[in-house]
């Protein structure tokens, strides 16, 4: 059997779906379809109620076994009145698809499964190609990608490499592709003093200078001058706060957060050591107890430089004529969760208008990046 599936037509179908974060829309019952009447045995793995999609076409635990990996999940439209068009109406207009999740990321989702259908129904390869689809990755991400591995771990599934479909271009479609992101995490500090009329400051213990002196400490500071692979380290501020209305009335309690992206010179756990040790140096210095809640999103991670950025780079430049910097910029990604199952690359279209109002892609990127993917695959198994 072969088909010719057409990666365009499947977007508007997967932006038909209305699959904000969490509910599934309809999008992986689609695919799910879709992609066993090709061959692909199909599982549904949903945790939590977060809907997610393994499809492996191929033996089980083949020694060669290409892995793809996207979402299908949307942000919400936001003011639906400010769109010029039905947010899940997938209009084609002057060349262009528009809807919500038509750049990040339902184009890449269906660029890949339609070169992976058409791929393994004309020249069925020696090895097994897997497909890692999650409902989660606008959202927390907790039980979207992880799930999938966490099962594919314990049924013994596994992929030997794995290319996630997100947007990945800045501006030119082939300019950029993604060996690695930075790590992410976020610190909560609040300062406890005690409140007092402003009149009588001695009566008082004011919270608020110790805390900004905690802040001008942490944005003032270098983390790193960069790596070989990754741009300095950056921390910004992203929130000061009292809460408190009257000027007359010292506060007993004070806020701030504060956003970290990092490289590979640090980690989760050497950056909360900083953070702490800063914390309780201000606190000593005046007398105020700052206490901190960290959250890290993900550790920063690479994938060296070797054959499968090779073969990414090499079929991203013959169909695009641009040879691709390989990039660690950016946010977080579930990368971050498929790098410790496997060597992990992004490649995808351009990003420019996701999350958007009127989010649109350009009809012709979609193609080529299912020509993409099909080159990719194509030369892994080779």
Same mark, same amino acid.
């Given at each position: 059997m072969t088909l010719v599936t057409d990666p365009v037509k499947l977007t508007a179908d997967l932006i038909r779906c209305p699959s904000v974060t969490p509910e599934e829309g309809g999008a992986l019952v689609l695919l799910q379809g879709l992609l066993e009447s090709a061959g692909f045995i199909c599982t549904r793995v949903d945790r939590a109620g977060t809907p997610n999609l393994f499809a492996r076409w191929g033996a089980k635990g083949h020694a060669r076994s290409f892995g793809f990996n996207g979402h299908t999940d949307v942000v919400p439209v936001g003011d639906a009145a400010a769109w010029t068009v039905d947010p899940f109406g997938a209009e084609l207009r002057d060349g262009y698809l528009w809807g919500r999740g038509a750049t990040d990321m339902k184009s890449g989702v269906a660029a890949f499964a339609a070169a992976a259908i058409d791929f393994v129904t004309q020249t069925p390869p020696d090895g097994a190609v897997i497909l890692t689809i999650t409902g989660d990755e606008e959202g927390d991400a907790t039980d979207g990608t992880v799930a999938l591995l966490d099962w594919m771990r314990d049924r013994g599934e596994a992929m030997s490499v794995c290319l996630v479909g997100e947007p990945t271009c800045p501006n030119t479609m082939g300019e950029m592709m993604k060996i690695g992101r930075r790590g992410s995490m976020t610190a909560y500090f609040t300062a406890t003093g005690v409140q007092g009329h402003s009149a009588y400051p001695h009566r008082a213990k004011n919270p608020v200078p110790a805390l900004a002196r905690l802040v001008d400490r942490l944005a003032s500071a270098e983390l790193d001058q960069g790596t070989d692979h990754f %741009? $300095? *380290? @950056?921390?910004?501020? @992203? @929130? #000061?706060?009292? /809460?408190? $209305?009257? =000027?007359?009335?010292? $506060?007993? &309690?004070?806020?701030?957060?504060?956003?970290?992206? #990092? =490289?590979?010179?640090?980690? /989760? %756990? *050497?950056?909360?050591?900083?953070?702490? &040790?800063?914390? %309780?140096?201000v606190a000593a210095e005046t007398g105020i107890e700052i206490a901190m809640r960290v959250k890290v999103s993900g550790d920063s991670f690479l994938t060296a430089p070797g054959p499968f950025s090779d073969l990414v780079a090499q079929s991203v430049q013959l169909e695009t004529n641009i040879a691709p910097e390989l990039s660690t910029s950016g946010g977080t990604s579930d990368a971050r969760f498929v790098k410790d199952h496997c060597p992990v690359v992004e490649f995808g279209l351009v990003g420019k208008t996701m999350h958007q109002v009127d989010e649109h892609v350009p009809v012709d990127q979609i193609e080529r990046l299912k020509a993409i993917y099909l080159r990719i695959l194509q030369g892994y198994f080779a």
């Open positions: %741009d $300095p *380290s @950056t921390l910004a501020v @992203t @929130t #000061f706060d009292t /809460g408190n $209305p009257a =000027n007359n009335v010292i $506060p007993a &309690e004070c806020r701030a957060t504060v956003n970290i992206r #990092f =490289n590979d010179s640090h980690s /989760g %756990d *050497s950056l909360t050591a900083w953070l702490r &040790e800063q914390a %309780d140096t």
